[in-house]
Nanobody
Framework: QVQLVESGGGLVQPGGSLRLSCAAS????????MGWYRQAPEKQRELVAA???????NYADSVKGRFTISRDNAKNTVYLQMNSLKPEDTAVYYC???????????????WGQGTQVTVSS
């Protein structure tokens, strides 16, 4: 079994910063991608940032220049540094990973349980 465990959410004032962490554990052969999505009330889940093996990084236009994704491969952990937070960043943030559990298995997608980020004064 594979688990993604997130931490770091909370309440922050506009203009503040938060750092999210997500650690993948369990039977993992290789990780193709790790990233973050978010879902605000009554809105669809959307990509925030993702890193792919080989170095490709994608950011949502709304977070470019404010959020930074990084990864510690040795710890199977992905981070999201969020600066200059805005009220519209308020959402549940979900960790996502595409990985193989054996060298010959297909890439499967896994999700964390979500962590709430609230930006409010």
């Amino acid at each position: 079994q594979v688990q993604l465990v997130e931490s770091g959410g909370g309440l922050v004032q506009p203009g503040g910063s938060l750092r999210l962490s997500c650690a993948a554990s369990g039977t993992i052969s290789s990780i193709a991608s790790m990233g973050w999505y978010r879902q605000a009330p009554e809105k669809q889940r959307e990509l925030v940032a993702a890193m792919f093996t080989g170095g490709t990084i994608n950011y949502a236009d709304s977070v470019k220049g404010r959020f930074t994704i990084s990864r510690d491969n040795a710890k199977n952990t992905v981070y999201l540094q969020m600066n200059s937070l805005k009220p519209e960043d308020t959402a549940v943030y979900y960790c996502n990973a595409g990985l193989r559990v054996t060298p010959w298995s297909r890439i499967s997608t896994y999700w964390g349980q979500g962590t709430q980020v609230t930006v409010s004064s």
